[in-house]
């Protein structure tokens, strides 16, 4: 795709950020009924523990080797990073009981949405089997696979370094590469903040 119509591209989702953000503020406020998104809301940190909210971006010659991965996701299918190397990736370490894992989901979904498919998203859940991580994506309508990663922890290893074991949730922007571009240590607060750092990606290799 030519440079100016591609760039036409991303200025129009970014046109359309206002929009996009009063309807994950509305979709979150539809989520009251979820007990544990309420518990997190109100301030208990009771069942988890979260990262700090910190967002660090890495300049390009700071963001080391590229992160290979692979794993079985929560629909019996196979996700190979190897398969999205030329687009910017979305990494979210999850789980279907954590309170701000679930607030920060309705969040993912839209940035998901508004990138369309020059943006890869998947999702890393480190605790639960299909039975328990196929209904929360099915509550919350996320369309991007996950990867199980409870049993063997291969993902969460690819990583390690990266991704303090205990912050959860994480999320990580990978360059064209490959290579870690960006974390945010817990929870996604808006979707502003990813959509910024995944536009300056996409156009940094436009």
Known sequence: M???QRRARIGARFASATAAGLAAVLLLAGCSSDPLAEQYREGSGKNYIAGDGSVAEFAADQRGEPVSFEGTTVDGGTFDSADSLGEVTVVNFWYAGCAPCRVEAPILQQVHEDFGDDVTFVGVNVRDQAGTARPFEED??????SI???DEGR???AFAGKVPAAAVPTTLVLDQEGRVAARILGQIEDDSILSSIVGDLVAEGA
């Not at 919350?140 to 696979?145: A, D, L, Q, V, W």
Request: charged share 15%; aromatic share 20%.
């Open 148 to 150: 199980l990663d409870v």
């Open 155 to 157: 993902v969460q290893y």
């Open 140 to 145: 919350f309508g996320i369309t991007y696979p």
């Open 2 to 4: 030519p440079r100016p």
